[in-house]
Antibody, heavy 112, light 109 residues
Framework: EVQLVESGGGLVQPGGSLRLSCAAS????????MNWVRQAPGKGLEWVAN????????YYVDSVKGRFTISRDNAKNSLFLQMNSLRPEDTAVYYC?????WGQGTLVTVSS | QAVVTQEPSLTVSPGGTVTLTCGSS?????????PFWFQQKPGQAPRTLIY???NKHSWTPARFSGSLLGGKAALTLSGAQPEDEAEYYC?????????FGGGTKLTVL
């Protein structure tokens, strides 16, 4: 059974940092591009970033470029999202997404 | 970055057929955009219905199908059920970056 379990969300002040993690199991993690997707309260889905199978290529939505960094550890079947210089508009549920599987999400709230 | 457009809302009668579409600001949607379709119900995480234009997941009901139609990606629901009432999102690939459409709220009424 495929499982994606996100962790690391929480309340952070504007300008602060958080590191999200996603533990993957039930599939060959190293064989797939991985994605982070977010959903602000009451809003639609927004693709945030993705990373190539071996980590050699990474892409970001314009609004997070220079602030967020996606990474992966294939030996530990784990995906990460380092989020710096957080803004209130980054408040959202963040989902870890294998090409066709979704985690349950972790809530990030940026507020003073 | 590109803008992906979907109908904001659609209504279908129980047992009826409806087609949701997904367009791109960069031009015609092709198989090279690897269109995905996701379903999300209130309070739940999204789930994948269709990937790579036409492929169904193991849990995708047979009444859903994906295609390319008139320069757009399309999701057709044939024989709508009350449980199909949900928000539907498409996702397109742009040679690395991905972009979601704004979503279509489908009402079965």
């Amino acid at each position: 059974e495929v499982q994606l379990v996100e962790s690391g969300g929480g309340l952070v002040q504007p300008g602060g940092s958080l590191r999200l993690s996603c533990a993957a199991s039930g599939f060959t993690f190293s064989g797939y591009w991985m994605n982070w997707v977010r959903q602000a309260p009451g809003k639609g889905l927004e693709w945030v970033a993705n990373i190539q199978r071996d980590g050699s290529a990474k892409y970001y939505v314009d609004s997070v470029k220079g602030r967020f960094t996606i990474s992966r550890d294939n030996a530990k079947n784990s995906l990460f999202l380092q989020m710096n210089s957080l803004r209130p508009e980054d408040t959202a549920v963040y989902y870890c997404v294998a090409p066709t599987y979704w985690g349950q999400g972790t809530l990030v709230t940026v507020s003073s | 970055q590109a803008v992906v457009t979907q109908e904001p809302s659609l209504t279908v009668s129980p047992g009826g057929t409806v087609t949701l579409t997904c367009g791109s600001s960069t031009g015609a949607v092709t198989s090279g955009h690897y269109p995905f379709w996701f379903q999300q119900k209130p309070g739940q995480a999204p789930r994948t219905l269709i990937y790579d234009t036409t492929n169904k997941h193991s849990w995708t009901p047979a009444r859903f199908s994906g295609s390319l139609l008139g320069g757009k990606a399309a999701l057709t629901l044939s024989g709508a059920q009350p449980e199909d009432e949900a928000e539907y999102y498409c996702l397109l690939s742009y040679s690395g970056p991905r972009v979601f459409g704004g979503g279509t709220k489908l009402t079965v009424l």
